[in-house]
C-alpha cells in the first residue's frame, strides 16, 4: 500500500514480479495541482536488465561512421540483430561455464556466478559495440545494479572474469564476419535490378549484409525460396 510521511514523500510496497515493471503514479494537489511521472524497474533479472540497457542503447547510440549506412548513423535493424545475437551468446557462453562447474562449486553458488559472468560477458559486448564514451557510464550503471544482488566473494569475481573470457571469445569469432565490409554497390539498370526509391532515392542501407557470415547455418542457399518468374515469362506473378 501507500504510505505517506511528513516530508511529503510518498513510499509504496508492492510485490513485482522478475522482468521489467513501469509504475506510473499521478497526484492532484489540494488546489487542482496535477503531476504524474512515470519510471521502469526491473526486477531480479541478470538477463533482462542487460536487454533493456541494449535496446536503449539501439534506440539512441550515433554511430560516427558505419559501413554501407553512412555517417552519424543510428543502429540498422540488420545491425541491431547481429548485436543482440552476440551479446546473447556471450551471456550463454559464461553462464554454460558455469554450469560445467557447478558439481564442485554447489548450485547457490554456481547460481551466483552464472548470474556474474552473464553481467560480465554483456558488459564487456557492449563496451566493444558501442564504444562511445558517453554510453560507459549507462552500461557501467546497468553493472552495477545486477552486480548488486551479488554478494562480495568469490562468485562475483570469478564469475566477472568467466564472462568477459566468454565475451572476448565471442567477439573474436564475430570480428571477421564482413559486417563492417565497404561495398561499392552500384543500382542495377535491368529489369529486376534494384534502383533507389523516390522522392528521397536514398542509397541502399547495408549492401554488404548478404555476405556477412550466418550465426548458425553454412551458407543460406538451402534456405532461399525459387526466384519469381521471369518477367517476360507468361506466367503469373507472385
Not at 492532484?28 to 496535477?34: E, S
Not at 533479472?45 to 542487460?50: G, H, P, R, V
Not at 536487454?51 to 552519424?72: E, M, S, V
Not at 561499392?184 to 549484409?209: D, E, I, M
Request: charged share 15%; net charge positive; hydrophobic share 40%.
Amino acid at each position: 500500500g501507500f504510505v505517506t510521511g511528513s516530508t511529503g514523500k510518498l513510499a509504496l510496497n508492492t510485490l513485482l514480479p522478475a522482468g521489467t515493471s513501469t509504475c506510473r503514479v499521478s497526484a492532484i494537489g489540494p488546489f487542482g495541482q496535477k503531476a504524474s511521472v512515470s519510471h521502469d524497474i526491473t526486477v531480479g533479472d541478470t538477463i533482462l536488465s542487460w536487454n533493456k540497457t541494449h535496446l536503449q542503447t539501439i534506440r539512441q547510440y550515433k554511430f560516427p561512421f558505419l559501413a554501407g549506412a553512412g555517417q552519424n548513423v543510428s543502429t540498422p535493424p540488420p545491425l541491431a540483430a547481429r548485436n543482440l545475437a552476440i551479446m546473447h551468446l556471450a551471456m550463454n557462453e559464461g553462464i554454460r561455464s558455469v554450469e560445467s562447474l557447478a558439481g564442485n562449486l554447489g548450485r547457490p553458488l554456481a547460481n551466483a556466478m552464472a548470474d556474474a559472468a552473464a553481467s560480465g560477458a554483456a558488459h564487456a559486448v557492449l563496451k566493444a559495440l558501442y564504444p562511445s564514451p558517453g554510453y560507459a557510464t549507462r552500461f557501467g550503471n546497468t553493472l552495477s545494479e545486477c552486480l548488486a544482488r551479488i554478494p562480495q566473494g568469490r562468485a562475483r569475481s570469478e564469475g566477472l572474469v568467466i564472462g568477459r573470457e566468454s565475451a572476448a571469445r565471442i567477439l573474436a569469432f564475430r570480428a571477421e564476419d564482413g559486417s563492417a565490409n565497404a561495398t561499392n554497390f552500384q543500382p542495377g539498370n535491368q529489369p529486376g535490378g534494384w534502383v533507389p526509391t523516390p522522392p528521397g532515392n536514398r542509397p541502399p542501407l547495408l549492401p554488404q549484409w548478404p555476405g556477412v557470415t550466418p550465426f548458425v547455418v553454412g551458407s543460406f542457399d538451402a534456405l532461399l525460396p525459387p526466384p519469381p518468374p521471369a518477367l517476360d515469362s507468361a506466367g503469373p506473378l507472385p
